[in-house]
Every structure is written in C-alpha cells, then in structure tokens.
C-alpha cells in the first residue's frame, strides 16, 4: 500500500517539475528581446517601413505616418506627380501645441496618430477631447461634439441592418 502512495507521490511530483521547467524556458530577458519586433518598436529604428494610405477624396492623392530620423512624421504622397512630401510643419505645430495646451509637446512624437487633410489646405485631428485645426501657422481649437449614437448597437455600413 505504501510503495503505491509512494508511486503516486512520486510521479505527481515528477510531473509538477516538468511543467514548472517548461513555464521557466521563457525568461523575461526573452520576452524584451522578442519586443524589439513587434512592428512599433522597429518602426522607430528602420525608417519608413511601411506605408498605409490614407486616401484623400480626390482618391489621387493619400497621406500616410511614419517614422523617420526625425521622429513621427506624416507625409501627403500625390500619385500622378509621383511625389511624397511631409504634410505640414510638424515643428511648428508642436510650438502651437505646448502655447494652447499648457503641455509639452515634441514635435518628434506629436500626440495623435489620424489626420484629416481638407481641401482649403487646413489640417484636422483629434486630441484631449477637442477637435484641431491647424491651418497657415494658426491653430484653433473646440471641444468634441458628444456622440449621442449608442455605441453597445452595431449598424451596417448602409444602415439597413441593426
């Protein structure tokens, strides 16, 4: 009866020191090493490593983020000149940033990741609950129109389908 108990004992033990040696493979050390992939790490040392378009209405033309030696960009690519050019002064509009928020803002690393470019050449985005407008080295700011929509029912894009 012992040496039964004994053997249960024993490979109950044995099995709890497989599984711990398999869960301690994976060290922290592993997981930072890992990290330095992951796309938004890497973008910010391998320069313009993808482009996702954001196409304008004109659907000629697409603005599109990246990173550079400069820090976070954004750019406006026309297609039929085939040209890339950084969309706006992001130094200057970090300098309207900080003056409007209180806060510092680097213009290496500006705190919103979605623009709209409108057709009079004015920049639009969204931060700290306000609506942007950054247009010829003027910035203006309002405060977010609440959305009234209820955001627990999913519509369909045409709206036929609850």
Same mark, same amino acid.
Do not use: C
């Given at each position: 009866?012992?040496?039964?108990? =004994?053997?249960?004992?024993?490979? +109950? =033990?044995?099995? @709890? @020191?497989?599984?711990?040696?398999? +869960?301690?493979? $994976?060290?922290?050390?592993?997981?930072?090493? /890992?990290?330095?992939?992951?796309?938004?790490? $890497?973008? %910010?040392?391998?320069?313009? @490593?993808?482009?996702?378009?954001?196409? @304008?209405? !004109?659907?000629?033309?697409?603005?599109?983020?990246?990173?550079?030696?400069?820090?976070?960009?954004? +750019?406006?690519?026309?297609?039929?000149?085939?040209?890339?050019?950084? /969309?706006?002064?992001?130094?200057?509009?970090?300098?309207?940033?900080?003056?409007?928020?209180?806060?510092?803002?680097?213009?290496? *690393?500006?705190?919103?990741? %979605?623009?709209?470019?409108?057709?009079?050449?004015?920049?639009? +985005?969204?931060?700290?609950?306000?609506?942007?407008?950054?247009?010829?080295? !003027?910035?203006? *700011?309002?405060?977010? /129109?609440?959305? *009234?929509?209820?955001?627990?029912?999913? $519509? *369909?894009?045409?709206?036929?389908?609850?």
């Amino acid at each position: 009866m012992k040496s039964g108990i =004994f053997k249960i004992n024993l490979i +109950f =033990f044995a099995s @709890l @020191l497989l599984i711990h040696s398999g +869960f301690t493979q $994976i060290t922290e050390d592993t997981y930072h090493k /890992a990290e330095y992939f992951l796309s938004n790490t $890497i973008q %910010r040392e391998i320069y313009h @490593l993808d482009v996702n378009p954001n196409w @304008l209405d !004109d659907k000629k033309s697409f603005w599109h983020q990246a990173y550079t030696e400069d820090g976070k960009r954004f +750019f406006l690519t026309t297609i039929e000149k085939g040209e890339t050019k950084v /969309a706006f002064d992001h130094e200057e509009l970090a300098r309207l940033l900080t003056e409007k928020s209180g806060e510092s803002i680097d213009s290496k *690393s500006l705190p919103f990741n %979605r623009i709209q470019l409108k057709d009079d050449g004015s920049i639009v +985005f969204d931060w700290m609950n306000k609506n942007w407008t950054y247009t010829n080295g !003027d910035l203006e *700011s309002e405060r977010a /129109a609440s959305d *009234s929509r209820d955001r627990s029912v999913s $519509i *369909s894009p045409d709206g036929n389908w609850p």
